[in-house]
């Protein structure tokens, strides 16, 4: 975990700070710049997953709802 911080520290996207009740942690928070890059990712997955689903046939995303209705339900047990 501490070399993805780094790494995502070096690229600007997110701040260190000690933790002011426990000098054992640290506290990591995204920076204006790393809420901007993950928006823009999420956004990005979105449109391609849109584009792969417009794909497909009624049949193949009537099989998509139903499991997705079984993923839920196994989730929930």
């Not at 009740?21 to 640290?26: F, H, I, L, N, Q």
């Not at 009624?58 to 047990?77: F, K, M, Q, W, Y």
């Given at each position: 975990?501490?070399?993805?911080?780094?790494?995502?520290?070096?690229?600007?996207?997110?701040?260190?700070?000690?933790?002011?009740?426990?000098?054992?942690?640290?506290?990591?928070?995204?920076?204006d710049?790393?809420?901007?890059?993950?928006?823009?990712?999420?956004?990005?997955?979105?449109?391609?997953?849109?584009?792969?689903?417009?794909?497909?046939s009624?049949?193949?995303?009537?099989?998509?709802?139903?499991?997705?209705?079984?993923?839920?339900?196994?989730?929930?047990?």
């Open positions: 975990m501490n070399q993805t911080i780094n790494i995502l520290q070096t690229e600007g996207l997110v701040t260190r700070a000690p933790d002011p009740s426990d000098g054992r942690k640290v506290l990591v928070a995204a920076t710049q790393g809420i901007t890059r993950a928006a823009e990712l999420r956004t990005a997955k979105h449109v391609w997953l849109n584009s792969r689903l417009d794909q497909l009624p049949a193949e995303r009537r099989v998509l709802v139903e499991a997705a209705r079984i993923l839920n339900e196994i989730a929930g047990s």
